[in-house]
């Protein structure tokens, strides 16, 4: 096995023990719950097999539901994310993107930060309309949809530089 497989394994597996150990305890307000395991869909590197990112975030989203009862919204809303991630690439880094270039762990900027928010944003999203999924429900679930991306947000790029690897 090559290291960034055990990387990634090493990070399904904390990410996700974090999210049920932690996370899903975290409850303020009745309306801000952070859901940082998206990072490992964010974090998976991009020259790397995309089948195996779109398995690897079905098992993610679907061991997130069997612990919390959701009934398949994180696998679903797992699943699409992983898939739209090459769009969110595209229009966060435009050309570097083409050629590869990406590390998200890395500092902090502009790009990397529109990429983490927007797909934050479109996970928070899907995940709330799918969980409340009436028309009734809407202006509720946006407004989760915000409160938690932004909680999310916070927390992710905590996690990401509290854990960022170290320069060699």
């Known amino acids: 096995m090559n290291n960034a497989l055990i990387i990634n394994i090493v990070r399904f597996i904390f990410l996700l023990a974090a999210q049920i150990v932690i996370f899903n305890n975290i409850d303020l307000f009745g309306y801000i719950n952070p859901y940082p395991y998206i990072l490992f869909i964010l974090l998976?590197?991009?020259?790397?097999?995309?089948?195996?990112?779109?398995?690897?975030?079905?098992?993610?989203?679907?061991?997130?539901?069997?612990?919390?009862?959701?009934?398949?919204?994180?696998a679903t809303s797992c699943l699409i994310l992983a898939y739209v991630r090459p769009?969110?690439?595209?229009?966060?880094?435009?050309l570097s993107y083409e050629y590869q270039t990406i590390k998200i762990n890395d500092r902090l900027s502009p790009e990397r930060f529109t990429f983490i928010f927007i797909s934050v944003l479109i996970h928070h999203f899907i995940l709330f309309i799918l969980e409340y999924f009436?028309?009734?429900?809407?202006?509720?679930?946006?407004?989760?949809?915000?409160?938690?991306?932004?909680?999310?947000?916070?927390?992710?790029?905590?996690?990401?530089?509290?854990?960022?690897p170290s320069k060699r």
């Open 44 to 74: 998976y590197p991009v020259n790397s097999n995309r089948a195996g990112l779109l398995i690897a975030s079905f098992l993610l989203g679907l061991t997130v539901d069997m612990f919390t009862n959701s009934g398949g919204v994180h």
């Open 134 to 164: 009436k028309f009734a429900f809407i202006l509720e679930a946006m407004l989760r949809t915000i409160v938690t991306t932004i909680f999310t947000l916070v927390v992710s790029i905590l996690i990401i530089y509290l854990f960022k």
């Open 87 to 94: 769009v969110f690439f595209k229009f966060a880094f435009g």
